[in-house]
């Protein structure tokens, strides 16, 4: 059965967060730091780190657990499983795969996505056409990130910023409008060395060299990826609310990507909605790449944030360089 265009709704959210807290106190002991520098540049307090033995897909698949019973769905039920992630457990096979076998989802076909911060929302929106396709009847659509696998704790520039997480949502129609408003998805390859990852693929592939040169760990241009990020939530927002005949005044709340605080100002005082009605967790984790919607949807879900018929649109950016948004009617 062909679902209609705006019938692909949110069942139920769940998300991980590993135990270890490491504040900037901690890091204060790392790096020439300080807690005040990072809070004022960035509004980050503390992030979690998971343990070196605990890999992307034991998140992954915890958080998808408190995802398909906040749905009521099971694990056999699910026909797809998209996972958003630049830190899987391995370079192939997909962390899908691996997730699909810890859920025992034996009826879904699962594979990667890799689109930086927003792989959860480009997986959101392949997800959401598969149910209106008719491909999938459901769907479950997680971001997960071990980016302190990949953080080069040495360099104070990027090691304050990230953290490690994993969110979920399962993706349904429900025979009732709403759902899944609209949803739009960017790309900018022209701007790939931003943000990246140099060495580990096919372009450099590990060697005694590159793992000497720094190579395998997060190399970022922070103050362009700062101007690039505020401009692209702006405009993204802005088309994705057109595209679901939505004006911003309509929103219940705004859900963007955790990377900066001073990011998520910036965007909502283009947009003009109060800093009341946006949603904010990156005090408690940082930027957890692909996970921060999915965990920020999930903790405003659960604390009362959105209420069944509230509107709220995400939105994101990260490598690539991509950005996406997307509205919601819950
Ligand atoms: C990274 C970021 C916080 C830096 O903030 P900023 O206000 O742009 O700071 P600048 O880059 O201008 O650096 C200012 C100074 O602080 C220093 N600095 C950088 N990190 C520091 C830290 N953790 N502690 C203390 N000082 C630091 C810099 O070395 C620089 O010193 P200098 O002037 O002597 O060279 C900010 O650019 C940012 O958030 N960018 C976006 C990053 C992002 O979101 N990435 C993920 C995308 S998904």
């Given at each position: 059965m062909?679902?209609?265009?705006?019938?692909?709704?949110?069942?139920?959210?769940g998300?991980?967060t590993p135990?270890h807290?490491?504040?900037?106190?901690?890091?204060?002991?790392m790096?020439?730091?300080?807690?005040?520098w990072?809070?004022?540049?960035?509004?980050i307090?503390?992030?979690?780190?998971?343990?070196?033995?605990t890999?992307?897909?034991?998140?992954?698949?915890?958080?998808?657990?408190?995802?398909?019973?906040?749905?009521?769905v099971s694990?056999?039920?699910?026909?797809?499983?998209?996972?958003?992630?630049?830190?899987?457990?391995?370079?192939?096979p997909?962390?899908?795969c691996?997730?699909?076998d810890?859920?025992?989802?034996?009826?879904?076909?699962?594979?990667?996505?890799?689109?930086?911060?927003?792989?959860?929302?480009?997986?959101?929106?392949?997800?959401?056409?598969?149910?209106?396709?008719g491909?999938?009847?459901?769907?479950?659509?997680?971001?997960v990130?071990?980016?302190?696998?990949?953080?080069?704790?040495?360099?104070?520039?990027?090691?304050?910023?990230?953290?490690?997480?994993?969110?979920?949502?399962?993706?349904?129609?429900?025979?009732?409008?709403?759902?899944?408003?609209?949803t739009?998805?960017?790309?900018?390859?022209?701007?790939?060395?931003?943000?990246e990852?140099?060495?580990?693929?096919?372009?450099?592939?590990?060697?005694?060299?590159t793992?000497?040169?720094?190579?395998?760990?997060?190399?970022?241009?922070?103050n362009?990826?700062f101007?690039?990020?505020?401009?692209a939530m702006?405009?993204?927002?802005l088309e994705v609310?057109?595209?679901?005949?939505?004006?911003?005044?309509?929103?219940?709340?705004?859900?963007?990507?955790?990377?900066?605080?001073?990011?998520?100002?910036?965007?909502?005082?283009?947009l003009g909605v109060?800093?009341?009605?946006?949603f904010?967790?990156?005090d408690?984790?940082?930027?957890?790449?692909?996970a921060?919607?999915?965990?920020a949807?999930?903790?405003?879900?659960?604390?009362?944030?959105?209420?069944?018929g509230?509107?709220?649109?995400m939105?994101?950016?990260?490598?690539?360089?991509t950005?996406?948004?997307a509205?919601?009617?819950?």
């Open positions: 062909i679902a209609p265009a705006h019938d692909v709704h949110i069942l139920g959210t998300s991980y135990s807290v490491l504040t900037n106190q901690d890091l204060e002991a790096v020439d730091t300080s807690d005040e990072i809070v004022t540049r960035t509004g307090r503390e992030r979690r780190i998971a343990d070196p033995d890999p992307s897909s034991f998140l992954a698949s915890e958080a998808a657990k408190r995802a398909l019973d906040d749905a009521g694990a056999k039920e699910l026909d797809q499983i998209i996972v958003g992630t630049v830190t899987g457990d391995r370079i192939f997909s962390t899908g691996s997730v699909q810890i859920l025992g989802a034996s009826n879904a076909y699962a594979f990667d996505v890799s689109a930086a911060c927003a792989g959860w929302m480009y997986g959101l929106q392949i997800g959401r056409d598969a149910v209106r396709a491909t999938a009847k459901t769907v479950l659509v997680i971001g990130e071990s980016l302190s696998k990949i953080v080069n704790w040495t360099d104070r520039n990027t090691c304050v910023l990230f953290g490690d997480a994993a969110g979920a949502v399962v993706l349904r129609s429900r025979g009732e409008p709403g759902g899944i408003l609209a739009r998805v960017h790309s900018d390859g022209s701007l790939v060395h931003l943000l990852m140099p060495a580990g693929g096919s372009l450099m592939p590990p060697s005694h060299l793992v000497e040169r720094q190579l395998h760990v997060i190399h970022m241009s922070g362009d990826v101007k690039h990020a505020v401009r702006q405009a993204v927002a609310l057109e595209a679901a005949g939505k004006k911003a005044e309509d929103l219940a709340l705004l859900v963007p990507h955790q990377a900066n605080l001073r990011i998520i100002e910036a965007t909502a005082h283009r109060p800093m009341e009605k946006v904010v967790n990156l408690k984790y940082g930027n957890t790449s692909s921060s919607i999915p965990l949807l999930d903790e405003a879900r659960r604390s009362g944030r959105i209420q069944k509230d509107l709220v649109a939105v994101t950016f990260g490598g690539g360089f950005w996406a948004g509205v919601v009617q819950f």
